[in-house]
């Protein structure tokens, strides 16, 4: 019986091998040579670009094939020797002789002797089964040449059945699929799966970073039993997520057509093939088929000191609110990875005092191994007169788009060493929370210093008695959003420090729903309807968020409705607008909210009624196909008209993904004796106090004091002069975007996409007793540079694309009070100017004799300004204040 199994088995892989013509791969006729034309093209543009108008170029040659050895046992085992010859270079399209790069040169002068004559020297390739085990060459050889020789042997390689392996080839170890039908191989690489030793590094963040598509397909023409053509196109297009019309391509192709046959040499004797190969030239090594790093050199570019004494002026801080500021942080940023540390500290030492914040955010944002260094070298943390210059590089660390466990451990070690600045002390604990977090995003939570870390910013709130301490450990463990963290924010929910309370809530807001487990539930109900202890308005207020934000049930909804009415005065109308707010702006709440209105003792004119000056509005302030930009504003009063807290939000969403791109929360208390009124319940005891507190790009700032205690109060408000305290003012990489990307043809095209903020962000708060009325400002500046290149470069010759756009804008929030009379008249304002936008397109061919040819293109608009819309009911009351101002 096993006999007549193996036989059956036998006799069916006999069958499939005859009807698949019995040749796993191409394979070569003894003594005969094959010769076949050769092109291999570049071209790069911006996504949507024509042939006609792209940059690159195409190397076109003659090439000799030939059968050097074959297994005498394997007819598939075979040793092929190809070589080049007649080689041109020329541009990738046709070109007028004034923007042709390329007059007047041959392949000689373009490559170099040395070059051209490595490119012609004879090399070879094992195949076995239609598959390169081994690729011959020299090692003295140049990188760039060696991998255009494997561009070309891997154009050999194909499988005559349909089926998907796994394959090694120049673009690396890959994922294969090939479609046999009739004298023709279809093979498509799937370039995700692909293997290389070089990598690159992205923004962590999806709406921030880049979209790559890639394709990569090959038809092979079959004769007998050989390639008589094959036709490869591969193409790369990176985008930025948030504006994907600012999109560049790399298409690269190869061609490969017999044109004859001629007599051959004889195939040389061996016993295998390095033997074969050894015998023909000693110097012959397997040098891999994969191709290898290329190190490209700038000629002629300025060092790194000279590039900064050529951009200094535009990172003055007069320049930070104009788009050339940005522009010229980008460039810094790509010079300093470039740099040694000697170079950096260079430039370090030799700023002026008002252009030295910039270039301590470049340096720190470039985030190399020596950047990292220079920095910790230039500052001393135990001197706090460098409070300034401390916090600039701390909070570039906070937004560094790929920090690595090295700069977490440096904060640490600074951390753990004498710190001369209390609030720096607090914002190195903050932003090590937020290197965590973004460290874990990347799969490194079970990194030493992250472990280490984790460690200390978990035990750290019950280390202390120290409030500001607790609080700055919360701030931490609010950036890092471990979910390790819940169980110490929901006890903390319920803590008796007001503080405390709202850190917690606010930080739980942040997670993921799935986390919002009963237990948490139940604890935030706790909170909001006071069923242990009175807590203030604006951390019950918290409670609602996150109960609204956490996929409510319908009892907690119903709960909520039945609570109306029975709250301090303001927050009553605060509850009721954040009610209508979710169901008008359809938010996740939205239909269980209508749900639980239907009962009509939960909602009734009674409760839906209420009069005050609290508010909370959301709407959109952009949307697009790529991005969805929305805002909210909530504004909480205490009832005798004083700003209690302000919080103004802005979200960007693409394709699933959201940011938060900005928080600012302006909060006052204990005021109510400036007019003599009385507190609202739980209140009664509160400090005198106002500050502000901002989260930019997810990542929780530091809070800003505007004064604290009665004296404080009093000393600011005499010396008070309506000028707007600074939060954060800077330089931040947005996007950052590096990467290689291996073409099939040996060529190495470069993807660098950058997108740099200036940013102002300042807030103040004005008082008048005299005319009762008091105004809080927070005013946003910004300057946006995206910047994305593409680069094809051979040392001998260059060309690449760059698309980039800019735009310089401002975003104010003002709410004015006038509390002479109850109920008292509140205008809140949300405007922005009128903006320019500009789009540009520059691609460049170059060689290294010198010659280039760079085209340009720009467009130019300007934005009309506007004022966000909220509610009609804010509307009515702008109107009758500043018809009783006026």
Same mark, same amino acid.
């Given at each position: ?830 405007? @922005?100017?009128?903006? =320019?936008? +500009? &789009? !540009?397109?520059?691609?460049? $061919?170059?060689?290294?004799?010198? %010659?280039? /040819? ?5 467009? @130019?608009?300007?934005? =009309?300004? +506007? &004022? !966000?819309?909220?509610?009609? $009911?804010?509307?009515?009351?702008? %109107?009758? /204040? ?5």
């Amino acid at each position: 019986m096993l006999t007549l199994v193996v036989f059956l088995l036998c006799t069916a892989s006999s069958v499939s091998a005859s009807a698949k013509g019995g040749a796993a791969g191409p394979r070569l006729n003894n003594n005969q040579l094959y010769k076949f034309s050769y092109t291999a093209e570049v071209l790069v543009d911006r996504a949507r670009g024509s042939k006609e108008g792209s940059a690159g170029y195409r190397i076109s040659s003659d090439v000799d094939v030939n059968l050097v050895w074959r297994d005498p046992s394997s007819k598939d085992d075979q040793l092929i020797q190809l070589a080049i010859s007649n080689v041109r270079v020329e541009p990738v399209s046709h070109r007028s002789q004034k923007k042709n790069v390329f007059r007047g040169s041959t392949a000689k002068s373009v490559l170099g002797e040395t070059n051209l004559a490595a490119l012609t020297k004879p090399f070879f390739v094992h195949l076995k089964n239609g598959k390169a085990k081994a690729f011959y060459s020299y090692w003295a050889e140049p990188a760039t040449i060696k991998n255009l020789k494997r561009g070309l042997a891997s154009l050999l390689q194909v499988q005559l059945n349909t089926g998907k392996v796994i394959e090694n080839d120049v673009s690396g170890r890959c994922t294969v699929e090939y479609k046999a039908v009739k004298g023709q191989v279809t093979r498509t690489k799937i370039l995700e799966t692909c293997k290389t030793a070089e990598t690159g590094f992205t923004t962590h963040s999806e709406v921030l970073g880049v979209n790559r598509k890639s394709s990569s397909v090959t038809v092979f023409t079959l004769e007998d039993g050989f390639i008589r053509s094959a036709m490869a196109e591969e193409m790369h297009s990176v985008a930025v997520n948030t504006r994907r019309s600012l999109a560049a391509k790399v298409v690269s192709r190869q061609t490969l057509t017999l044109t004859g046959t001629g007599a051959g040499p004889l195939e040389a004797a061996g016993k295998d093939v390095s033997g074969v190969v050894k015998s023909i030239d000693a110097k012959l090594a397997a040098v891999g088929i994969v191709a290898e790093k290329v190190k490209t050199q700038c000629k002629g570019c300025p060092s790194l000191f000279e590039h900064w004494q050529a951009q200094q002026k535009q990172l003055e801080p007069a320049s930070l609110s104009k788009a050339i500021a940005p522009r010229s942080f980008l460039a810094l940023i790509q010079t300093i990875r470039k740099a040694p540390k000697d170079e950096i500290l260079k430039v370090l030492k030799s700023a002026s005092k008002t252009s030295l914040p910039q270039v301590v955010d470049a340096v720190t944002s470039s985030q190399t191994a020596a950047s990292l260094d220079a920095m910790l070298e230039f500052l001393n943390f135990t001197d706090a007169k460098g409070f300034v210059l401390q916090e600039r590089f701390l909070y570039a660390c906070g937004f560094a788009s790929h920090p690595n466990e090295r700069m977490l451990q440096a904060l640490l070690d600074i951390s753990n060493g004498k710190i001369g600045s209390t609030v720096i002390k607090e914002s190195v604990v903050i932003i090590m929370g937020a290197l965590v977090h973004k460290l874990c995003q990347k799969g490194g939570c079970d990194l030493p210093t992250v472990v280490q870390v984790k460690k200390l910013i978990l035990d750290g709130p019950g280390s202390t008695q120290d409030e500001s301490k607790v609080q700055m450990y919360l701030l931490a463990l609010k950036n890092s959003l471990l979910p390790e963290a819940i169980p110490i924010f929901t006890k903390y929910a319920e803590s008796e420090v007001g503080a405390y309370n709202t850190i917690a809530l606010t930080a739980l807001q942040r997670y993921d729903v799935k986390f919002m487990t009963d237990e948490v539930k139940r604890t935030v109900s706790r909170v909001y309807h006071q069923n242990r202890r009175i807590y203030e308005k604006i951390v019950r207020a918290a409670a609602a968020d996150v109960i609204l934000s956490s996929n409510p049930s319908y009892m907690e909804v119903k709960n909520l409705l039945l609570s109306i009415g029975n709250l301090p005065h303001e927050m009553n109308k605060y509850m009721l607008s954040k009610i209508q707010d979710i169901v008008r702006f359809q938010m996740p709440a939205s239909k269980v909210i209508r749900q639980a209105m239907k009962d009509m003792i939960s909602h009734n004119y009674d409760r839906f009624a209420k009069v005050g000056s609290s508010s909370a509005f959301s709407g959109f302030m952009a949307q697009s196909d790529d991005v969805t930009s929305t805002y909210s504003l909530d504004i909480l009063y205490s009832g005798s008209g004083i700003l209690r807290r302000s919080n103004m939000n802005i979200y960007g969403t693409s394709k699933g993904a959201m940011l938060h791109g900005l928080q600012v929360a302006i909060e006052a208390q204990g005021l109510e004796s400036l007019i003599a009124a009385t507190p609202d319940e739980g209140e009664e005891n509160l400090d005198s106090f106002a500050g502000m507190s901002a989260l930019l790009f997810d990542v929780q700032l530091r809070p800003v004091t505007f004064f604290k205690g009665y004296t404080d109060l009093m000393s600011k408000m005499f010396s008070m002069t309506g000028d707007p305290m600074n939060v954060v003012k800077g330089l931040i990489l947005l996007t950052d975007h590096s990467e290689v990307i291996q073409l099939q043809s040996g060529l190495k095209a470069s993807a660098e996409f950058q997108g740099g903020l200036a940013i102002d962000i300042s807030g103040g708060m004005e008082m008048s007793l005299w005319y009762r009325e008091s105004k809080t400002s927070i005013n946003n500046r910004g300057a946006l540079v995206v910047t994305g290149n593409v680069t094809v470069d051979m040392d001998f010759m260059r060309a690449g694309v760059e698309v980039s756009f800019e735009t310089e804008t401002s975003l104010d929030f003002i709410t004015t009070v006038q509390f002479s009379e109850y109920p008292f008249l509140v205008c809140i304002q949300m405007d @922005k100017t009128t903006f =320019p936008f +500009s &789009e !540009f397109l520059t691609k460049y $061919e170059s060689l290294s004799s010198g %010659k280039n /040819v760079v085209s340009r293109k720009s467009k @130019k608009q300007l934005v =009309p300004g +506007s &004022e !966000f819309p909220l509610n009609q $009911e804010n509307s009515n009351m702008c %109107k009758r /204040v500043f018809d009783s101002s006026w």
